[in-house]
Nanobody, 124 residues
Framework: QVQLVESGGGLVQGGGSLRLSCAAS????????MAWFRQAPGKEREFVAG????????PYADSVKGRFTISKDNAKNTVYLQMNSLKPDDTAVYYC?????????????????WGQGTQVTVSS
């Protein structure tokens, strides 16, 4: 089994920054990708950013491009999402997910492991 634990969410004013963390533990895989998704109330879960075990980053969602940055620390088994210039539209529950594949997918149903989510609220 794999456990993913997100942290770093909170309430921030528009234009502010937050950094989310996702710590992975448990079973390890030779090939995997990790991604951040988000889900706002009444909306479908959407892909935000992804990175594979080699550090290759998937193109960001258009809505966050230039503002969000995904990174990983292999020594800590942790993936980060640095979010800058936050907007009220970024308000959502942010989820970390892991897929046992060499390639990142934009499809949430292809990820077998999920964290519990962390709430990000951006005020106007």
């Amino acid at each position: 089994q794999v456990q993913l634990v997100e942290s770093g969410g909170g309430l921030v004013q528009g234009g502010g920054s937050l950094r989310l963390s996702c710590a992975a533990s448990g079973r390890t895989f030779a090939w995997y990708t990790m991604a951040w998704f988000r889900q706002a109330p009444g909306k479908e879960r959407e892909f935000v950013a992804g990175v594979n075990w080699r550090g290759m980053i998937t193109p960001y969602a258009d809505s966050v491009k230039g503002r969000f940055t995904i990174s990983k620390d292999n020594a800590k088994n942790t993936v980060y999402l640095q979010m800058n210039s936050l907007k009220p539209d970024d308000t959502a529950v942010y989820y970390c997910a892991l897929r046992t594949s060499a390639t990142t997918s934009y499809d949430a149903t292809s990820y077998a492991y999920w964290g519990q989510g962390t709430q990000v609220t951006v005020s106007s």
